[in-house]
């Protein structure tokens, strides 16, 4: 019987509709009142079974509390932990695309073109990169929301492995592309699914 592993991945993000304030600390640390229960717990749970967690960390749904963001990224990373990138460009606001000179709309990464899908790569993967100095090798878009753009995109970008393919999100309607199955497979361009 060949190996089998187990890999724990969590989307990790404080998407602005969740939370009326302070969203990475309810969302991403999951504190409430004097209790706490998010990311680090589940750091120092899996560390104590000598495992790590691959958290897909969201730079886009809280935009406005990237230096939060970058504190979470680095106490992943010393944890040990396995820091991935995740995307809901959809959340980002109108001056994140007026600052870039580009039109908000299309919402979402399944209506992106290799342009407007290569941007977001990118820009988002230098950023984590600069939060942990550990280029993103894994990438998870925001509602399993993908599509022959984002796959080639996230090839130019250097990525080796996309966790995109999602029963539920063909069962919601939210991406038509993904594939009827739960087991690992090879992209045209190379991509692990």
Same mark, same amino acid.
């Given at each position: 019987m060949p190996d089998r592993?187990?890999? !724990?991945?969590?989307?990790?993000?404080a998407l602005p509709n969740r939370a009326e304030t302070d969203h990475v600390n309810r969302l991403i640390l999951g504190k409430h009142g004097d209790k706490q229960? /998010?990311?680090k717990e589940m750091a120092l749970i899996a560390r104590e079974y000598g495992a790590r967690l691959?958290?897909?960390l969201d730079l886009c749904g809280a935009y406005p509390y990237l230096d939060e963001l970058k504190a979470v990224a680095q106490w992943l990373v010393?944890? =040990?932990q396995d820091v991935q990138a995740h995307a809901h460009p959809e959340y980002l606001p109108l001056s994140f695309w007026e600052e870039h000179g580009r039109r908000q709309r299309p919402w979402y990464m399944n209506d992106y073109s290799f342009e407007r899908a290569g941007f977001i790569?990118?820009?988002?993967?230098?950023l984590l990169y600069s939060f942990t100095g550990e280029r993103p090798i894994a990438f998870r878009a925001g509602s399993f929301r993908w599509n022959t753009a984002t #796959?080639?995109? #996230?090839?130019?970008? /250097?990525? !080796?492995?996309?966790?995109?393919?999602?029963?539920?999100?063909v069962d919601n309607g939210q991406c038509p592309f993904s594939l009827p199955t739960n087991q690992p497979y090879r992209w045209s361009? =190379? #991509?692990i699914e």
């Open positions: 592993y187990a890999m !724990l991945t969590v989307d990790t993000e229960a /998010g990311v691959v958290f897909f010393r944890e =040990g790569i990118k820009y988002f993967t230098d #796959l080639r995109a #996230l090839k130019e970008n /250097g990525y !080796l492995f996309s966790f995109n393919n999602s029963m539920c999100a361009n =190379g #991509l």
